[in-house]
């Protein structure tokens, strides 16, 4: 690597020792074989709900998006119970749609249903996802949990253009 612009965020595929110099084979980009723990803010938490393709954008969401969040909640009681809609967050990162945490992952292989055969499925198109998986903090992802357990046709991710900074108050 010329700078160390270039290595940040990869991952040690081996053990580097102090003052050992970094080469493109001693690291990896993160992938679904380095797992999501370092995509995660310090203090926030990655959380995974549950999506159907009316709650997701028909599954167009990818990695790396940026989603607002909206909340179906009961409130009340009895004969005052009713279901109110609310913004929960904004803004907020994808980290993974099903086993997907790169955006920009050509392609999955699996063994077919055989044992003896390769599947390859293109993840830049792939919807076939039914979570997804975002970053909050703390007290977010609890209730996130607490609202989506309850119902997980209680919670719809509607994207927003990454350019998109504004937040309604």
Same mark, same amino acid.
């Given at each position: ?68 969040? &909206?909340?179906?909640?009961?409130? @009340? +009681?009895? /004969? #005052?119970?009713?279901?109110?809609? =609310? %913004?929960?967050?904004?803004? &907020?990162?994808?980290?993974?749609? @099903? +086993?997907? /945490? #790169?955006?920009?992952?050509?392609? =999955? %292989? ?60």
């Amino acid at each position: 690597f010329d700078s160390v612009p270039l290595v940040v965020g990869s991952v040690a595929a081996v053990p580097i020792k102090t003052g050992q110099t970094i080469t493109k084979n001693l690291v990896v980009e993160p992938g679904p074989e380095t797992g999501m723990a370092n995509k995660v803010a310090l203090g926030n938490r990655a959380v995974t709900v549950p999506v159907s393709n009316a709650s997701s954008n028909g599954k167009m969401i990818r990695p790396g998006d940026r989603v607002d969040i &909206i909340a179906a909640i009961e409130v @009340g +009681k009895g /004969i #005052n119970q009713r279901r109110e809609v =609310t %913004l929960f967050a904004q803004d &907020i990162i994808v980290l993974a749609t @099903g +086993k997907n /945490i #790169n955006n920009d992952l050509p392609r =999955t %292989l699996e063994r077919d249903p055989s044992g003896k055969g390769l599947i390859q499925t293109n993840l830049t198109g792939d919807t076939s996802y039914n979570e997804i998986t975002v970053e909050l903090p703390l007290e977010q992802a609890l209730d996130l949990i607490t609202i989506s357990n309850g119902s997980p046709a209680a919670i719809t991710f509607m994207l927003r253009n990454p350019a998109d900074k504004v937040k309604k108050r």
